[in-house]
C-alpha cells in the first residue's frame, strides 16, 4: 500500500512538473527581431531578468545578471526607464534590419511612460546567431 501511495505521488508530481512552462526562458529565437522585441518586454514590462538573459550570448547574459534587477539594468545599461512601455521594431520605408548569414542588426522604438510624462527612445541591437538560435551579442551607440 506504502509503495502505490509513493508511486501515485511520484506520477502526480512528474505531471505537473512537465505541464509547466518555463517563465524564465524566451523559446522563439528564430526570428532576430521577435529576439528584440521579447527581449525588451522581458526587460521593461514582465520585470523578468532571467528571460532577458536568455536570449543574450554568454558575455552580455553575466553583465545582465550581474545587475540583480531589471531596474538597474534599464538604467545602468540602456539609460531608460519606464512605467509602461510599448516595444516595436522599426517598420518605417527605412531598413528595419541588416541582416547577413549569422548577424543582424535590429532597431527598436519605444514609446511608454514615465512619471505619468510620455517618453520615447530608440536602441539597436547586434544580434548573432549561436546554434540555430539568435541571441543579442552587444548593444550598440544611439543611432541619433
Not at 55 to 78: K, M
Not at 91 to 100: A, H, I, L, T
Not at 117 to 136: A, C, F, G, M, T
Request: contains cysteine; charged residues 25%.
Amino acid at each position: 500500500m506504502k509503495f502505490f501511495k509513493f508511486f501515485s505521488l511520484c506520477f502526480v508530481v512528474l505531471l505537473v512538473a512537465c505541464g509547466e512552462k518555463n517563465t524564465d526562458k524566451i523559446s522563439d529565437v528564430d526570428n532576430p527581431e521577435l529576439v528584440a522585441i521579447a527581449f525588451f518586454n522581458a526587460l521593461y514590462n514582465e520585470k523578468n531578468i532571467k528571460k532577458a538573459a536568455s536570449v543574450c550570448s554568454p558575455q552580455l547574459s553575466r553583465i545582465i545578471l550581474h545587475y540583480q534587477s531589471t531596474n538597474a539594468v534599464a538604467r545602468h545599461l540602456f539609460n531608460m526607464s519606464f512605467d509602461t512601455v510599448e516595444v516595436k521594431p522599426d517598420s518605417s520605408g527605412v531598413k528595419v534590419r541588416e541582416q547577413f548569414k549569422n548577424s543582424a542588426v535590429i532597431t527598436v522604438f519605444f514609446n511608454g511612460q514615465y512619471h505619468g510624462e510620455p517618453h520615447k527612445d530608440v536602441k539597436r541591437l547586434s544580434l548573432i546567431q549561436l546554434d540555430n538560435k539568435w541571441v543579442i551579442d552587444k548593444i550598440l551607440k544611439d543611432p541619433f
